[in-house]
């Protein structure tokens, strides 16, 4: 699976970060308001959504980071490569 793009990644932070907003601000309210039954219900709700956001927000991240170091290897490999042929091209000169 190819890693996310930048958009799906900058959606994710976004709604991540709205329901974070969302739960401090509640958590105040109902410090000094207390809770009803349909507002417990709400959070609970609210809370498993972050979780979900939350690891769907870290695989993408996890899936650009694989993406990238795999693009580093392949690139030291096509290095290491390259200077073993000039090594091999210079010894068969001398």
Known sequence: MPPPSGRQIEKLRVELQRLMLDHV???AEQTFLGI???EFREEKERMQRIREVSAYYLEALK???DASRRKK???LE???RNQSERNDQIRRAG
């Open 63 to 65: 899936r650009i980071s």
């Open 73 to 75: 290897q392949q690139s």
């Open 78 to 80: 096509s290095l290491s």
């Open 36 to 38: 009803s039954s349909g």
């Open 25 to 27: 601000k509640k958590t």
